[in-house]
C-alpha cells in the first residue's frame, strides 16, 4: 500500500501514556465496548506490532472484510426468526403466546 502510514498493534492495559475515553452509548453490540483512546508519548514494544511497522491500514482493512461477513448473518437472520416466531405462533394455534 506503499508510503508511510501507521502501525496496528496491541497494548496491555495499564500502559504509561495510554488514556481510555468515556465509553460509549451504543444501540447494539453490547458485547464489545467502544470508546476514543487518547495516546501521549506511549512505546510500543516491537512484540506488540500485529505486522510490520506502517501496514497499519492493510491490518484494518483485513478486519473490515471478516466483520461484515458477520454483520451480514446478523442482518439475515434477525428479520428471518422475527417472521418465523409469529408463523409458527399462529400455525400452532396457541393464542395465549400473544399475550
Do not use: Y
Request: aromatic letters at 6%; hydrophobic letters at 40%.
Amino acid at each position: 500500500m506503499g508510503g508511510p502510514g501507521f502501525s496496528a498493534f496491541v497494548l496491555g492495559t495499564p500502559a504509561p501514556g495510554l488514556t481510555p475515553g468515556k465509553r460509549e452509548q451504543k444501540m447494539g453490540q453490547h458485547g464489545s465496548s467502544t470508546m476514543a483512546m487518547s495516546f501521549d508519548d506511549v512505546a510500543v514494544p516491537p512484540g506488540a506490532l500485529l505486522s510490520n511497522e506502517g501496514d497499519g491500514l492493510r491490518v484494518a482493512l483485513a478486519g473490515l472484510g471478516s466483520g461484515r461477513i458477520g454483520i451480514a448473518a446478523l442482518s439475515i437472520a434477525s428479520p428471518r426468526r422475527r417472521w418465523q416466531w409469529p408463523c409458527r405462533t399462529c400455525a400452532s394455534g396457541d393464542s395465549s403466546a400473544w399475550l
